[in-house]
Every structure is written in structure tokens, then in C-alpha cells.
């Protein structure tokens, strides 16, 4: 990944280009159009997918109108106060207020301007959220939510150009950029001129050298984000001088079924499941959060556990895509009993019997358990029982370039790269330097709320 100097002229200069075609490079085309500019969003894909599409599109927000007529009192300022904490105080404030003030009149812009369906979801609540503000369209998926964002890109007049994926920036002196390349699947190259360029191709998890130098723990793990996202924003930041923050950030999760490779919504533990690894032993205070779980999952014999739940739990699971594809893929098991559990699983029974027997009285008692769960509240598993084989994963990594308020690139010492803009994953995200900083919904948020900003901030500059 290169910076260039500038070509003297280009044969084609747009004013506003956004390299990704996720939900950052989306929104930020959205934003940027309605501000008036013509906008050109390059995706190196075929199709516009990026790791939102394999997200369960999800994104929270406080103070939304979905939230208010649920009856869900909540405040950006609790959000922030929520991430701070997960992240032990960590990220930047000022970022996180940053974010947290956008997101809910982001999706209610997406709602009544671009026609996307959110409703609240506000039958479980993840880990470190005080209130219900995961906001989701109706088939709680990511395909959904890029595709929507696609087609109202493409109303518009948005226009979207796949198969091009940009190899190199063209910058001047003083780090303004003129342009950029890009490269067809036949090998041949256009150069193109530009007035603002927007970041929004996510962060490194695809590069495994840099996983290796940043996320050491994760570096044999599965990676379950999209492949493209090859740290190409933090690499030319790097070569033009911008400040990057948090780069060992991540985001994983310990609950992706095994071998058929699909998530397994977290609301399995959320909901009163726990996780065995293959001796039939509980290992975590799984309820702390899926993302700090991946390494645990992957500390286990053969980086494996068993997630164990039921038929209520599995009730309210099913209302994700994924789980359903996950049952109708077989990897669900169903079992009348605990000795049956144990067959279809090949757990050791009496290890597993004498486990679910200890959550069963910590439940019962509304104990915290050796590992710091808190039981209390926690409704009994019962027959018939449901159980995945599951592995820990890397999702996407979240940390990535400084911006300001307009989301345009920062250099260490404060000053703006004058028309450079970050979002989603390649800005840096508000999970500080750690999985366990991790919030869900963290990933999307800066997508969408960063996304917004940059595109308006882009319109401005170009
Ligand atoms: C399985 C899974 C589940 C998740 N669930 C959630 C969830 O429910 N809620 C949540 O908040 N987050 C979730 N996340 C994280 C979330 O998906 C990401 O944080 C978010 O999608 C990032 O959006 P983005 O637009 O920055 O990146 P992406 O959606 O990855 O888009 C980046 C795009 O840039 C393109 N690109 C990359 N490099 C180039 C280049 N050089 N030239 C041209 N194009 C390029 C890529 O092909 C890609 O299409 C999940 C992640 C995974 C993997």
C-alpha cells in the first residue's frame, strides 16, 4: 500500500470518492450526496458486502424514537458512560460523546430520509448495555443492511463503482490528497482525481502480518470478517504521517459454531446459557462479554467449548438469520436429558451432569459462581436442552486513524489532513487497546455515526 505524488492533471476528478462499500463507505456516500456533491464509492468487491454483511446488523443508539415508544428511557450521555466503562476508560471521551450524540439521529435519518426499517430489539440485552438500544432491521442481518444502504445510495445518485480496488493515494506535500489508483481484476489500473476521499475500507483483520504485530492472541484464530479488509486506511495514514490509536483493539467472539462456521448470537448466554470445554467444565464468566471470550474459547483443549442452553433460549435466538441457518444446518443439537446431551455431544456425562447441577443451584440460590457470574435473576435451563460446538474468532479490529469531530484524519500533534476522512473500522474505534473494551455494537457505530459525519464533513471540503 503506497502514497504517490500527485499527478500534474487527471482526465477525471470527482469531488467526493470513498474507498469501501460498507455500512461507513455507505452512509458516508449518503451524507456527502445530500450535501450536494457527486460522490463516487470504489468497493473491491464484486458486489458490495464488507464485514457488514456478515454482521447481524446491529447498531446502538440512545434516545432513538423506536426506543421511546418501547418505553426505553436512555440517554447518549448513558451510552457513553456505558462504553467508557466496558473500556475502563480508555477511549477519548470527547470520541465516544462524539459518537454516542450521532448515532441515534443517524439511523432516524436512515429511517425517514433512505426508507430502512430499525425497530428496537427488546427481548434481550447484551453485556455492559444499560438499557435496550440495539437497533436492527427486520431480518436482523448485516446482507440487509448493506443491501438497503446500497439501493438507497443507488437512488441517490450515488454512484458505485465495484471491482476497484484501490492500491495507492496520491498526496501532495502538505498531505492533501489529489488522488488515488485503482486496480480492475484484468490488472489494469486508472488513476483518478479527487477533491475529499473518505477512509471506510475497515481495519486490518484480514491482514494476518498485521494481526500477527498487533493482536498476538488472535493471530492462529479463525477470522471471521471480510477478507478484504486489508489495513490499507492504517497504512497510508502511517506513510502520510497520521496519528493511529488502539491498534491491538479488537473485537472477537467466542461463540462461532464448529466446524459449520456460523454465529451463534450471544443471547444463547445472555439469556442463561453457559459454556463447557471438551472435559465438560465451565471455564469463564462467559456473561462478561463474547468479545473477551474468543481467546479464553481458544485457551481451551482443542479451542473448543460447548455452548448450552434450551428450548426458551433457543426461542428467542431464532429470531436472528444466522441462528436459523445455524439449526437448519444441523449444528443445534437437541437432547431430552442430560445423559442424552452427553451422547450427542460426547461430553463426559458425570462431568457435565455434576456442571449443569452446580449452574442449576447457583440459579436457584441467585449466587455469583467461582468465575464472578451472577446467577441472580437467571431463569433455570430445562429439557430439552440445546447445545453448539463452538470456537472463538477474530471479527474485526478496532483500532484505526484519530479524527476530529468532522471525522477528518488527525496528524499527532492535532492538526487535520485538510480533505482526509476516516470511518467504521478504519478510524479509530471506542474500545480502547483490549477485547474486553469491546461493547457490542461498537463496530457499527462508528460506521454509522462516523460514516455520516465524514460524508457531510467530505461535501464541505471537496
Ligand atoms: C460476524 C460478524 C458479526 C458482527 N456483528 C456486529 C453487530 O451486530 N453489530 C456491530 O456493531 N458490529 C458487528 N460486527 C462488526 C461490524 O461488522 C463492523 O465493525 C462494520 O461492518 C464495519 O463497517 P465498515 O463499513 O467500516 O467495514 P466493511 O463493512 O468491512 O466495509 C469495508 C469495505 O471496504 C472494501 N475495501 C477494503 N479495502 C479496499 C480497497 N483498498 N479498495 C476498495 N475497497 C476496499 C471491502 O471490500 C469492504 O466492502 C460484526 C462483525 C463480524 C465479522
Redesign the pocket.
Known sequence: ?TVLAPETSYEVTIPVVV????????CAALAAREAGAEVLV????PV?????????????AAGTRWQREAGIEDTPEAFAADILAKAEGEPDPAEVARVTRVAGPALEWLADAHGLRFSVITDFRYPGHSANR?H?LPSRS?EEL?DRLREAAERAGVDILCD????ALHARLDGRIAGLT?RRPDGTEDHLGCGALVL????Y?GNKALVRQHVPALAEALY???P???G??VLWGEALGAAARHLSGH?G?GS?AHPAGI?ITWATITEGGVQVNLEGRRFSDESHGYSEQAARVLEQPEGLAWTIFDARIAGIARQFE?FRQAEAAGAILEADSIPALAAATHLPEAALAETLAEVARLKAAGATDAHGRRFAGSPPLVAPYRAVRVTG?L??TQGGLVVDDAARVLRPDGSAIPNLFA????AC?VSGSRASGYL????????VAL?RLAGQAAATAA
Open positions: 500500500m474507498v469501501g462499500a460498507g455500512a461507513a463507505g455507505l470504489l468497493e473491491r468487491d458490495p458486502r464488507g464485514s457488514t454483511a456478515l454482521s447481524a446488523g446491529l447498531v446502538p440495539m436492527g448485516g448493506v476497484a480496488w484501490v492500491t485503482l471506510a475500507c475497515n481495519g483483520g471471521f470478517g471480510h478484504g479488509n486489508q490499507e486506511a473485537q467472539h462461532v454465529l444466522d474468532a471479527f474485526h470511518a467504521g473500522g478504519a474505534g457490542s455494537g461498537n463496530g457499527l457505530l462508528t460506521a460514516g
